[in-house]
């Protein structure tokens, strides 16, 4: 894929290097021709200098061939404008834009521009790692009607297949954390122990779910 990345900070040079990491391309959009320093001196992408809501500067930056737009500049303005001209004039699919005051980031999300509100997500992360194991979980969906969480899976399961724990506990297992390693659990996958279980619950059963979990296995 080719990607365009507005804004040339720690976000948008850790994202474009992620990116060719991974056999895309790349070319990084900033007004301060400095910045482009962050990038050093094994980067392959293109760099253009400007602004990120200037059509010019987006068809040298290969606005019309890519397939995402991402604007991370410092600016809520600068990013939501550059995002909405990558998405209504350059037709361009994937667009996200990171945005710090959360009440516009709601309104953008209305109108169809996938946000990152910036404080929001870093508050919880932070509260996720201060709070007891359960309490917060690892991602909510907009809704706020079903929820992620990562848990250490009680002795009493160990043996056991993944079909039994979702039957029992009404969760369903999305992945497992294994020696370090992720792996796609299927139903007859048998848990072992030291096993991380990520699975998604609904909201308001999440409380029944942890205590099944942390009850075990009901006999059959």
């Not at 948008?12 to 056999?23: F, I, P, V, Y």
């Not at 709601?106 to 404080?119: C, D, F, N, S």
């Not at 359960?134 to 079903?146: C, F, I, L, M, T």
């Not at 992720?182 to 279980?197: M, N």
Request: net charge negative.
């Amino acid at each position: 894929m080719h990607i365009v990345i507005m804004g040339c900070g720690r976000v948008g040079s850790t994202l474009s290097h992620s990116l060719e990491e991974r056999g895309h391309t790349t070319a990084v959009i900033d007004s301060n021709p400095d910045a482009f320093r962050r990038l050093g001196p094994g980067f392959s992408g293109l760099t253009v200098t400007g602004l990120g809501f200037d059509r010019e500067v987006l068809k040298e930056a290969g606005i019309e061939r890519a397939d995402g737009f991402a604007a991370v500049s410092s600016g809520d303005n600068s990013n939501i404008i550059s995002a909405r001209v990558a998405r209504e004039q350059f037709k361009v699919d994937t667009v996200v834009a990171r945005i710090y005051d959360p009440g516009r980031a709601e309104v953008y999300e209305r109108l169809g521009v996938p946000t990152v509100a910036t404080v929001p997500w870093a508050a919880d992360q932070v509260l996720r790692r201060l709070v007891p194991a359960g309490s917060e979980p690892a991602w909510r969906d907009q809704s706020g009607d079903v929820r992620l969480d990562t848990v250490f899976v009680p002795f009493p399961w160990i043996g056991q297949r993944i079909d039994r724990l979702e039957a029992q506990t009404g969760v369903r297992v999305a992945y497992l954390t294994r020696l370090g390693s992720g792996l796609i659990a299927t139903a007859d996958t048998v848990i072992q122990e030291g096993d991380f279980l990520s699975v998604f619950m609904r909201e308001d059963a999440a409380d029944r779910a942890h205590a099944a979990i942390e009850a075990g296995p009901v006999a059959d």
